[in-house]
């Protein structure tokens, strides 16, 4: 980067840790640390949420997913908006008259200690692994532009995280992210107006979205059901996992994960919450779309400019420099050839369709092309797992930053880094904050007399946000094998969060069950739900569905024969 760059990225950054630190300097004890006072409006609630959930891996490697791969992934979130209706008419009202500090506070005065206890390590291990994957993904940007070991810039990340994240608390990431989330939006809107403006004379927006739908980029809805080849219950994004898993997950997100949670109750009363929650479900799909759209612009750039056959640039220099170099130098060079076919296809397929002319021979030669393209990709991808078995192969999360270094102008690069650097900021910021209130409000905090102070437990959860912080750091230290990141922090979340949500559906709707049964369900639930995706019988999306009905239905079915045990237990002393 330029100096004008790094001018840019340091200015932006340290002003809002500035303002983060300013704006936490009156937190000196727990309702003020875990939930602002209840001061926050239905407007820093929206923001709060947004930002939690729009983590730098949304902006990092959603562009690169709908670049690989279209834009189907949206449908992943066509279950959210119906989830926050039920959240409104169920879970807030009953967490505001409670006036609880966490979501599992509820389980114990529902159940019992040993359920409140299973769900919080639940959720604590989820949302650990989940932000040290979050701390990764902004990492990578660091290694790729210093050329730094990728374990260092995981310590300096996380390092320049913790010193934000210890000192403030849910007021200061609340008004944090209001400042995060302007920056990222500008700098996302930025980034797909260069898209189009870096385009040859000519050929403008439209144009560009044309090519990127004729090569298949831009498939939202995808409605079909193949059960003769993988089946649709292992389709990652169609329409039904979308509406179905994308509900089950959107309601245990949001509903039962500290981090969401912790964020909504922060509101001045049940109708800011709600507010907040509802405008999400209508920001949040919009959203989504549109940074989905910058991956498929960036597509449409890429046709009519010269693409790398791999975008993890230091991958490619290590296999440049191994006994491979020559056989991945030749796919590079067939790739190129490649690139410029379809330069010259996607202009004559844009020429005939500005002068009204037939397009099916140019559309087939184009996909065609892009097909041969993306197979000369995978033979590329062979050759670097033979020099380096242990590498991550899959160059997602660098094809956005690929752009933004090699076509942004000066002091743009700085701003778009710093927007991805936020982005992060914000949703890790909330999880460390979400890690500690269940650390000390559900685990430590019943286990101590009464005779603790507020201060100790205040200071006692800003020991908690270092030690999760350092947790969430050596996490990260193994996220590079873990493929497109956007998708691997959502394959871990599914494999909790179904079995979380089961236990509140049960706690709200089935007043017989007790905790015996549903501790033991969720027990039995999660070690199936593991074992589903480790024999990959369906997607990850489905995993919620099953997890949240596995639970409902073991409880169900152990309750009568606890009772049954019970009494004849009773009858036999």
Same mark, same amino acid.
């Given at each position: 980067?330029?100096?004008?760059?790094?001018?840019?990225?340091?200015?932006?950054?340290?002003? /809002?840790?500035?303002?983060?630190?300013? !704006?936490?300097?009156?937190?000196?004890?727990?309702?003020?640390?875990?939930?602002?006072?209840?001061?926050?409006?239905?407007?820093?609630?929206?923001?709060?949420?947004?930002?939690?959930?729009?983590?730098?891996?949304?902006?990092?490697?959603?562009?690169?997913?709908?670049? *690989?791969?279209?834009?189907?992934?949206?449908?992943?979130?066509?279950?959210?908006?119906?989830?926050?209706?039920?959240?409104?008419?169920?879970?807030?009202?009953?967490?505001? !008259?409670? !006036?609880?500090?966490?979501?599992?506070?509820?389980?114990?005065?529902?159940?019992?200690?040993?359920?409140? @206890?299973?769900?919080?390590?639940?959720?604590?291990?989820?949302?650990?692994?989940?932000?040290?994957?979050?701390?990764?993904?902004?990492?990578? @940007?660091?290694?790729?532009?210093?050329?730094?070991?990728?374990?260092?810039?995981?310590?300096?990340?996380?390092?320049?995280?913790?010193?934000?994240? %210890?000192?403030?608390?849910?007021?200061?990431?609340?008004?944090?992210?209001?400042?995060?989330?302007?920056?990222?939006?500008?700098?996302?809107? /930025?980034?797909?107006?260069?898209?189009?403006?870096?385009?040859?004379?000519?050929?403008?927006?439209?144009?560009?979205?044309?090519?990127?739908?004729?090569?298949?980029?831009?498939?939202?809805?995808?409605?079909?059901?193949?059960?003769?080849?993988?089946?649709?219950? !292992?389709?990652?994004?169609?329409?039904?996992?979308?509406?179905?898993?994308?509900?089950?997950?959107?309601?245990?997100?949001?509903?039962?994960?500290?981090?969401?949670?912790?964020?909504?109750?922060?509101?001045?009363?049940?109708?800011?919450?709600?507010?907040?929650?509802?405008?999400?479900?209508?920001?949040?799909?919009?959203?989504?779309?549109?940074?989905?759209?910058?991956?498929?612009?960036?597509?449409?750039?890429?046709?009519?400019?010269?693409?790398? %056959?791999?975008?993890?640039?230091?991958?490619?220099?290590?296999?440049?420099?191994?006994?491979?170099?020559?056989?991945?130098?030749?796919?590079?060079?067939?790739?190129?050839?490649?690139?410029?076919?379809?330069?010259?296809?996607?202009?004559?397929?844009?020429?005939?369709?500005?002068?009204?002319?037939?397009?099916?021979?140019?559309?087939?030669?184009?996909? +065609?092309?892009?097909?041969?393209?993306?197979?000369?990709?995978?033979?590329? %991808?062979?050759?670097?797992?033979?020099?380096?078995?242990?590498?991550?192969?899959?160059?997602?999360?660098?094809?956005?930053?690929?752009?933004?270094?090699?076509?942004?102008?000066?002091?743009?690069?700085?701003?778009?880094?710093?927007?991805?650097?936020?982005?992060?900021?914000?949703?890790?910021?909330?999880?460390?904050?979400?890690?500690?209130? *269940?650390? /000390?409000?559900?685990?430590?905090?019943?286990?101590?007399?009464?005779?603790?102070?507020?201060?100790?437990?205040?200071?006692?959860?800003?020991?908690?946000?270092?030690?999760?912080?350092?947790?969430?750091?050596?996490? +990260?230290?193994?996220?590079?094998?873990?493929?497109?990141? @956007?998708? +691997?922090?959502?394959?871990?979340?599914?494999?909790?969060?179904?079995?979380?949500?089961? /236990?509140?559906?049960?706690?709200?709707?089935?007043?017989?069950?007790?905790?015996?049964?549903?501790?033991?369900?969720?027990?039995? *639930?999660?070690?199936?739900?593991?074992?589903?995706?480790?024999?990959? @019988?369906?997607?990850?999306?489905?995993?919620?569905?099953?997890?949240?009905?596995?639970?409902?239905?073991?409880?169900?079915?152990?309750?009568?024969?606890?009772?049954?045990?019970?009494?004849?237990?009773?009858?036999?002393?």
């Amino acid at each position: 980067m330029s100096a004008l760059d790094w001018l840019v990225l340091s200015l932006t950054l340290l002003s /809002v840790i500035a303002y983060g630190v300013y !704006k936490s300097r009156h937190e000196k004890n727990l309702d003020s640390y875990f939930k602002s006072n209840n001061s926050m409006s239905w407007f820093l609630i929206l923001l709060s949420i947004m930002g939690t959930q729009a983590s730098a891996i949304t902006f990092l490697s959603a562009p690169g997913q709908a670049y *690989t791969d279209g834009m189907r992934f949206v449908q992943y979130y066509f279950g959210l908006p119906l989830a926050m209706v039920v959240l409104c008419i169920t879970f807030v009202p009953l967490f505001h !008259k409670l !006036k609880v500090f966490t979501a599992y506070e509820f389980l114990e005065q529902r159940f019992d200690k040993k359920t409140r @206890i299973l769900t919080s390590l639940l959720f604590l291990i989820q949302r650990g692994l989940s932000t040290g994957i979050s701390i990764y993904a902004p990492s990578i @940007i660091l290694s790729s532009l210093l050329g730094w070991n990728i374990y260092l810039t995981n310590l300096v990340m996380g390092g320049l995280l913790i010193i934000y994240t %210890v000192s403030g608390g849910a007021k200061a990431i609340a008004h944090t992210q209001m400042q995060q989330l302007a920056i990222v939006f500008a700098g996302m809107f /930025v980034a797909g107006y260069m898209m189009v403006h870096l385009l040859p004379d000519g050929i403008g927006f439209f144009d560009a979205l044309h090519v990127a739908g004729k090569t298949g980029k831009l498939n939202v809805i995808e409605t079909k059901i193949d059960i003769t080849d993988s089946g649709w219950w !292992k389709d990652k994004y169609n329409i039904w996992s979308g509406l179905i898993g994308g509900f089950f997950l959107a309601l245990s997100y949001f509903g039962t994960d500290q981090s969401q949670v912790g964020r909504y109750l922060t509101a001045k009363n049940i109708n800011e919450s709600r507010m907040g929650l509802l405008m999400n479900g209508m920001v949040k799909v919009p959203m989504q779309f549109l940074i989905l759209l910058v991956g498929a612009l960036l597509f449409s750039f890429y046709s009519f400019y010269k693409a790398p %056959v791999f975008f993890n640039q230091a991958q490619s220099e290590k296999v440049l420099s191994s006994p491979y170099a020559s056989e991945f130098s030749s796919l590079s060079k067939t790739y190129d050839s490649l690139n410029v076919q379809k330069q010259r296809y996607s202009t004559e397929l844009i020429g005939a369709m500005q002068q009204h002319r037939e397009t099916n021979e140019t559309q087939q030669l184009l996909k +065609a092309t892009e097909a041969a393209a993306q197979k000369t990709r995978k033979e590329a %991808v062979e050759v670097i797992k033979k020099a380096s078995p242990a590498t991550d192969t899959n160059d997602t999360n660098y094809i956005f930053l690929y752009f933004v270094v090699h076509h942004l102008p000066k002091g743009l690069v700085g701003l778009l880094i710093a927007m991805i650097f936020l982005a992060a900021w914000g949703s890790i910021a909330a999880a460390l904050n979400s890690l500690a209130s *269940t650390s /000390v409000i559900d685990l430590y905090k019943p286990s101590q007399s009464d005779k603790r102070t507020e201060l100790h437990y205040y200071q006692l959860s800003k020991r908690y946000t270092l030690a999760w912080g350092v947790f969430c750091i050596a996490v +990260a230290m193994f996220a590079s094998k873990l493929g497109s990141l @956007i998708e +691997a922090v959502n394959v871990l979340g599914s494999l909790f969060y179904g079995t979380i949500l089961g /236990v509140f559906m049960v706690a709200f709707y089935f007043k017989r069950v007790k905790g015996d049964a549903v501790f033991y369900a969720a027990l039995l *639930t999660e070690f199936l739900v593991i074992g589903i995706y480790a024999a990959n @019988i369906v997607s990850f999306l489905w995993l919620n569905v099953i997890g949240c009905l596995l639970v409902l239905c073991c409880a169900l079915l152990f309750q009568p024969m606890l009772n049954k045990l019970s009494r004849t237990t009773k009858g036999t002393a």
